[in-house]
């Protein structure tokens, strides 16, 4: 599908966020926010292109489920 959220890699980003995050809590929304920032620009070059790298995979698998929902270990 065309808006496949398996093949936006920014979902990725969003994957690590997300995961780093869990389990923690914030006394106001700028805490919240600023630990987004400092996860976010921990984020390095070489997570993402691991996930880029992906992609060919993702691409294939998804057409062979015919759209339907994939994991892998990284997103």
Do not use: H
Not at 4 to 19: F, G, M, R, T, Y
Not at 51 to 62: A, D, Q, S
């Amino acid at each position: 599908p065309p808006q496949s959220p398996d093949l936006n890699p920014i979902e990725a980003v969003w994957q690590i966020i997300k995961q780093r995050l869990r389990g923690r809590k914030w006394k106001t929304v700028a805490e919240f926010k600023a630990a987004i920032q400092r996860i976010y620009d921990g984020i390095t070059l070489a997570q993402i292109r691991r996930r880029i790298g992906e992609m060919p995979w993702r691409c294939k698998r998804v057409q062979e489920l015919e759209g339907g929902r994939i994991r892998s270990k990284l997103w």
